[in-house]
């Protein structure tokens, strides 16, 4: 069933309306949220106060089949749903962020205007977008098995502060070293560039994706879909395209979210690079005591760049989901990108595979597409600010940055390599999402970055644990 229009109306009506809830983007309007037009809430407008779907992301802890050990505390994730003390150092388990089925659309009307509704029901024209999860933060390995894990190797105080010395370093658990993130140097322990307790990097696509296949066959590093579809319940909440708008706890006098989740993870790429050379800075788990609220946390990283002096940071979390942007770049193993020559067409092309056993890195210059990714579209033909998505599968992607800006639209940043007839740069590539915290209002949720192939990495690239099966969501 296609969006009916009433005479003059460019809101939607559909004879189901209280049982979805979404926004209308004018694709005309290159603001990015419903103060300054861009966007117009639709559907059960009750539902955009209440979030029901939004409300069901929650972390967990997983046992090693990836069913629920148990919930954790809704306000504060070092605790058990219903109380007691949980175990985040993976003693008990993975910690995950869980994700529920719902269904969504997107619709074009006419050229004006661009639908994404969101339904609890299965409703005509919606695609179910399966239930998954994924670390709520980065992920980093046992250093005597190469398995990976999801973990915070946190200690906090009575009052909710975590647990420093006298030089400010943060304290562990007893086992963090087992699971020494960056790039496993042990001379750091202890310092202010301790690898302990931080994100694993320096890890290459290939090789994170034979150790997730060592947890089973629905464990994997292909976060594009679940960041692809948080990117729109971030969207919808706080009506607004800008994931780095200023942070706002307060509702509008209507009752709504509002705002994002600012860019409080800047820092200088110098001063980084002094600091530690580009490894991870900000441990996983710094947003444990929000449990699944949207929120910041201020962290002072200890002795920052080598001044004696600590520097403030304010992490975000978006319904548990900790540093969505601007921290480290993240790999996306379910999703490849294709440039052909300009003598060839040109085509930036990128294709999405949905079936884990099948994510795979292709040769640089291989000549077919690997088995079962699917084309999604074509990605912009130039470097900038993404000014227009497409969509294609069920999925959203950057198509266009025209007249995109900082200030409009997506307000998030594409990159890619230059390619010639000549230069030899045609071929396959990785797509990296979230961005580096050296990256500024260019880091969103959405941004991409397709200037990699698909063996490269580096200190500042991550990787999430992602759980592909159906679970229970136990309430």
């Known amino acids: 069933m296609g969006v009916l229009i009433g005479v003059g109306n460019t809101v ?18 290159h603001g990015h949220c419903v103060a300054d037009g ?54 008990d388990g993975d910690v995950l962020l869980y994700k529920p089925n719902y269904y969504r659309k997107f ?27 994924r670390s709520p933060w980065y992920a980093t390995f046992n250093r005597s098995t190469n398995v990976p894990v999801s973990a915070c190797f946190l200690q906090w105080n009575a009052d909710g502060t975590i647990k420093v010395d006298a030089n400010g370093i943060p304290q562990f658990t007893s086992n963090a070293a087992d699971f020494r993130g960056g790039n496993n140097t042990a001379g750091n322990d202890g310092t202010y560039k301790t690898h302990v307790g931080m994100p694993a990097t320096n890890t290459s696509k290939a090789t994170i994706r034979t150790r997730c296949r060592s947890k089973g066959a629905n464990w994997h590093h292909g976060g594009w879909r679940f960041r692809e579809e948080m990117s729109w319940l971030m969207a919808i909440e706080f009506g607004d395209l800008d994931s780095q708008a200023a942070y706002n706890a307060a509702k509008t006098a209507d009752g709504f979210a509002q705002g ?20 991870p800075f900000i441990p996983c788990g710094i947003t444990a005591k929000l449990g ?35 921290c480290l770049w993240e790999h996306c193993d379910d999703v490849i990108v294709h440039v052909n020559k300009p003598s060839e067409g040109g085509e930036r092309l990128l294709y999405l595979c949905s079936d884990p056993s099948k994510f795979t890195t292709p040769a640089d210059k291989a000549t077919s597409v690997p088995d079962g990714y699917v084309e999604l579209g074509r990605l912009p033909d130039a470097q900038g600010y993404i000014s227009a998505m497409g969509v294609a599968n069920g999925y959203s992607f950057p198509n266009s940055v025209a007249g995109g800006a900082a200030n409009k639209d997506y307000c998030d940043y594409y990159w890619f390599t230059a390619v010639t007839d000549d230069n030899g740069a045609e071929g396959f590539y990785q797509l990296l999402a979230a961005a580096g915290a050296n990256n500024a209002e260019n880091a969103g949720v959405r941004c991409a970055y397709t200037f990699y192939r698909g063996a490269n990495t580096t200190a500042y690239f991550g990787f999430p644990l992602c759980l592909e099966y159906p679970l229970s969501e136990g309430a």
Do not use: C
Not at 107 to 122: H, N, Q, R, W
């Open 12 to 29: 939607p009506q559909f004879p189901y309306k209280d049982l979805w809830y979404g926004i209308l983007i004018n694709l005309k309007n």
């Open 38 to 91: 861009k966007l117009t809430r639709v559907g059960n407008l009750d539902l955009h106060r209440s979030l029901p779907i939004q409300s069901r992301i929650k972390r967990f802890v997983a046992n090693a089949d990836g069913s629920v050990n148990y919930w954790l505390g809704a306000n504060d994730s070092t605790v058990k749903e219903g109380g007691g003390a949980a175990r985040l150092n993976a003693l």
């Open 107 to 133: 619709e074009l009307i006419g050229e004006d205007y661009l639908l994404v509704a969101i339904s609890e029901v299965e409703l005509p024209g919606f695609m179910l977008m399966k239930e998954k999860s």
């Open 260 to 279: 994002g989740l600012g860019n409080g993870t800047l820092v200088n790429g110098t001063e980084w690079s002094t600091h530690n050379g580009y490894y």
């Open 292 to 326: 699944n609220n949207t929120g910041i946390v201020a962290y002072n990283i200890p002795n920052w760049a080598n001044t004696g002096k600590a520097k403030i940071v304010n992490v975000a979390s978006y319904r548990g989901w900790e540093t969505p942007q601007q």
